[in-house]
């Protein structure tokens, strides 16, 4: 008789045990036919209250100890990079760990869009051992989602397109514009204790701020940036390795800009807006 091998009995009971949580939960969970599976296992588009949402993701499920690292999991990108990164609908990663029965997960097109901002080839998707895809966790998990395919359109577009920056989905943002046509923009990342303000004024150079500091802008430090206030720092390879360890070290801009009243007050509004922000897991 024919053996079943063991390697498909352990990603179906990754797949039944993904599809069992969301439908559990009433979402409309649609199974993609293996011949048919080009990197995603599963379709989900989210009910909220009994009702469908327009919010859809695709979930790559993979199961086994292979997977397995000394920090979290790890799931390889393979020939899915571009297609995960550019879909129009986010690709989510979900690992079954067999010896404890539990499901970790990670957003894979926000990790490869990361990279690519970066400069980076991500060859992996990492995935946190503590970001755990349960019960108790799921309608949390769930909203993160949802706002990050709701923020793949809309206003983070319009602001990449003002700024010229590559922001990701899960960014929290917001726009101002005061009486004499003055455009700034707040971003904050998960799991980040500070902020970025990007000022037109500042020609869309990125100055982080936090709720104890949002007076006299700095700016990042950067070789670049060192070389401006001083060259014989900026050609001391040691020294600026042990700057850029510290990305937020105050260095003095050479023309600092005041944010006037209603400036400070719109930052301050959006720094406490989003603190939960930093509770979040960091990409």
């Not at 949802?146 to 397109?161: E, I, K, T």
């Not at 150079?205 to 670049?224: D, K, N």
């Not at 206030?229 to 260095?251: I, K």
């Amino acid at each position: 008789m024919t053996r079943v091998p063991e390697s498909r009995r352990t990603e179906r009971a990754a797949v039944n045990a993904v599809r069992a949580l969301l439908e559990g939960a009433h979402h409309i969970v649609q199974e993609i036919d293996g011949s048919n599976d080009f990197g995603e296992d599963l379709y989900v588009t989210f009910a909220d209250d009994g009702r469908r949402t327009p919010h859809s993701v695709a979930i790559q499920v993979k199961g086994g100890r292979s997977f397995r690292r000394r920090q979290g999991y790890s799931v390889p990108v393979g020939d899915h990079g571009e297609e995960w990164r550019e879909s129009n609908i986010p690709v989510i990663c979900v690992v079954h760990d067999p010896d404890t029965d539990t499901l970790h997960w990670a957003n894979a097109s926000q990790q490869l869009r990361a990279a690519r901002a970066d400069g980076r080839t991500a060859r992996t998707v990492r995935v946190p051992a503590e970001a755990v895809l349960a019960g108790p966790t799921l309608a949390g998990v769930v909203r993160q989602w949802r706002q990050y395919v709701r923020n793949s359109r809309g206003l983070h577009a319009f602001l990449a397109d003002l700024t010229g920056q590559d922001f990701d989905p899960a960014d929290y943002l917001s726009y101002f514009v005061n009486e004499h046509g003055e455009e700034a923009v707040f971003q904050r990342q998960p799991g980040e204790p500070f902020a970025v303000l990007w000022h037109r004024d500042l020609d869309w150079q990125p100055h982080p701020v936090t709720a104890e500091r949002t007076g006299p802008l700095r700016e990042r430090v950067t070789p670049e940036l060192l070389a401006r206030f001083d060259p014989a720092t900026a050609a001391d390879p040691r020294l600026v390795e042990q700057l850029m360890a510290h990305p937020l070290l105050d260095v003095p801009m050479a023309g600092t800009v005041i944010l006037d009243e209603a400036e400070h007050s719109w930052l301050r509004a959006c720094l406490a807006a989003s603190d939960w922000m930093a509770r979040l897991p960091a990409r």
